[in-house]
């Protein structure tokens, strides 16, 4: 079991930086694969990037270049730095985890998620 706490979540202006961190309980966090998603009003949750356990990591298309996924199992977190933010990034940010650490989490793999965290993104 693995629990998943998200942080660092705000408003923030347009051209502006962010940097969500995602918490996890438990001594196997190394073990997993680990990615971001989020979740604009109306729309579906979507990937944003992802890390395995290798430190593989995979982006989407539309955070290319602004966002960096990076992990650090000795504290047991998860980052996402977002620079260059756009109003098109607001959307509640979420953490996942998969148990097989070899691929990339996406969707339909994740085993946990957080609750989440807002990211408002003003013009």
């Known amino acids: 079991q693995v629990q998943l706490v998200e942080s660092g979540g705000g408003l923030v202006q347009a051209g502006g930086s962010l940097r969500l961190s995602c918490a996890a309980s438990?001594?196997?966090?190394?073990?997993?694969?680990m990615g971001w998603f989020r979740q604009a009003p109306g729309k579906e949750r979507e990937f944003v990037a992802g890390?395995?356990?290798?430190?593989?990591?995979s982006y989407a298309d539309s955070v290319k270049g602004r966002f960096t996924i990076s992990r650090d199992n000795a504290k047991n977190t998860m980052y996402l730095e977002m620079n260059s933010l756009k109003p098109e990034d607001t959307a509640i940010y979420y953490c996942a985890a998969d148990s097989d650490p070899t691929r990339i989490v996406a969707l339909g793999t994740a085993d946990y998620w957080g609750r989440g965290t807002q990211v408002t993104v003003s013009s």
């Open positions: 438990g001594r196997t966090f190394s073990r997993y694969s």
């Open positions: 890390i395995s356990r290798i430190i593989m990591a």
